[in-house]
């Protein structure tokens, strides 16, 4: 039986069972159960982090609105929560400011240094 190794490096080694040592085997198991999590590419994070600090500065003192965004298919998602109704006109100008926004090419840098 030939078992899926995942390796430091993120590479996966395909070995036979009898091959493997118990950490070996390990590492398959908890890979198998739980699949790798697909990070947001640079450029969305750069975009993100925008609208981000624009939701939070104009949220400050009114509401914990909560902001969340990961990767799921390839796309980029973004979760808002606890939105209070009367803040709507509110989350509109947050949002649209932090979309106006333009990243930079020091801001991806900084991202992936980070």
Known sequence: MSIQVP???GK??????????????????RAKRAPPVSR???ADQARLL????????????????RFSSRNKGG????????VPMTEL??????IQDGISAEPTLADTETLASA
């Open 7 to 9: 390796q430091e490096d």
């Open 12 to 29: 996966v080694v395909t070995k036979p069972f009898s091959e493997c040592s118990v950490d070996e085997l390990e590492r398959a198991t």
């Open 40 to 42: 947001v590419p640079i």
């Open 50 to 65: 925008f609208l981000e600090d624009s939701i939070v500065t104009r949220f400050s003192g009114v509401a914990q609105v």
């Open 75 to 82: 796309k980029t998602l973004v979760s808002l929560q606890d």
């Open 89 to 94: 006109v509110r989350l509109t100008e947050a």
